[in-house]
């Protein structure tokens, strides 16, 4: 067969329940084979020592794991970035779809999003995302028209932040693409933003079965600790220092800007504010206002002085905790983004945005009509 997709799955716990990744991967070879497509399922071992060998020795021949490519990777670093960037670096599918370990691909999805593929030879099909709620993610904010060919801007790719889906390797190699190792969260955010903006044609496989998320990572995971904003943010640091991005279209940094402050940047502010069991004096001090006045300054830098679509209840947060000095300062000031009612919500940094395509009246408008439109649902 002349085309393939290999299914990547890295192993960094044996206890999650990686078994269950390989085998819906597994389970998918026949209808692929169909369609002319060979499977490949490749499992990354990481940093597991002298588990390892237990592990692909206990899951080979007999066990139904039959034709996995084991492959360890032993960086020594909490990151996912190694062991993703181990089994690019050895692919020679046509197209890759990494699957965290706790996570599984639900029946017959690799041949719907193949399909999705063929008609605009796409380099990239972002499958839709089940929550472990069972919903669909709304995200990236697809048109209501369903465009079969998306838009970076006009379908707000920069809103969904994993390359979840298939992958062309040809585009990847193209682009540059790469985990960002060394980083404990975050990883995978620029190297992301380069395939919506820069790889070719992006599909999503409307009504397609669904990559699905679990809560069964265990509380290990470490994007549910509380960090330093500096550690947090080090991901950022390099957004901000990326020279494609650095070069691109002044819209295309204004909606990178305004999605990371909307969300990574007020996010990080409402957890800090409502973490228990961590000293106050941890949660916020002069160093964390310090960093998140220079972070968010040269964020709104990066996006040419201003983010006008911001909402006001964002805006003056994000302002407020520059000035913060303690952290009861800063959950006063999280108190009225809280309190700031509908208005807050609704009504952008700069009014005449009220609107623009980003703005939050415009979303939610444009979501109601999604929602009537069926863009996020099974067929």
């Not at 639900?106 to 063929?118: D, N, P, R």
């Not at 650095?246 to 973490?275: D, F």
């Not at 939050?360 to 444009?366: E, I, K, W």
Request: charged share 25%; with cysteine.
């Amino acid at each position: 067969m002349s085309q393939s997709i290999e299914v990547v799955i890295p192993v960094h716990d044996v206890e999650r329940p990686f078994k269950r990744a390989v085998s819906s991967a597994l389970a998918q070879g026949a209808e692929l084979s169909r369609l002319g497509v060979e499977l490949r399922v490749t499992v990354v071992l990481h940093n597991l020592g002298a588990a390892a060998a237990a592990v692909s020795g206990g899951s080979g021949a007999g066990s139904g794991f039959d034709g996995v490519t084991w492959l360890t990777c032993d960086d020594g670093v909490p990151s996912p970035a190694g062991p993703r960037n181990r089994a690019l670096d050895a692919s020679t599918a046509t197209f890759l779809s990494f699957l965290d370990s706790d996570d599984h691909l639900e029946a017959g999805s690799l041949a719907a999003w193949w399909k999705a593929v063929q008609p605009a030879g796409a380099s990239v099909v972002i499958a839709p995302l089940r929550t472990p709620e069972g919903t669909i993610l709304p995200a990236p904010r697809i048109r209501p028209s369903k465009p079969a060919v998306l838009d970076p801007l006009k379908d707000g790719l920069a809103y969904r932040s994993v390359p979840y889906g298939l992958l062309r390797r040809s585009a990847l190699t193209d682009v540059g693409f790469r985990y960002a190792e060394g980083l404990r969260t975050g990883e995978d955010i620029e190297a992301t933003l380069k395939l919506w903006f820069r790889s070719g044609p992006v599909c999503y496989p409307y009504g397609a079965p669904a990559y699905h998320q679990t809560d069964d990572s265990g509380a290990g995971r470490v994007t549910s600790s509380l960090s330093r904003l500096a550690d947090e943010f080090k991901w950022l640091e390099r957004l901000l220092a990326s020279e494609w991005l650095r070069q691109a279209p002044l819209a295309e940094r204004r909606a990178v800007a305004l999605k990371v402050l909307r969300v990574h940047g007020i996010g990080a502010l409402l957890r800090r504010a409502g973490a228990s069991g961590v000293p106050d004096d941890a949660l916020w001090n002069e160093a964390e206002r310090a960093y998140w006045a220079d972070i968010s300054s040269r964020l709104y830098a990066f996006a040419g002085g201003s983010l006008p679509e911001l909402s006001r209840r964002d805006a003056e947060l994000a302002q407020a905790a520059a000035a913060a000095a303690d952290v009861r300062s800063l959950r006063t000031a999280v108190g009225r983004h809280r309190n700031a009612g509908r208005l807050g919500d609704l009504v952008p940094a700069s009014p005449t945005a009220i609107l623009s395509r980003d703005s939050v009246l415009r979303h939610y408008l444009t979501e109601r009509l999604r929602a009537r439109a069926g863009v996020f649902s099974r067929s």
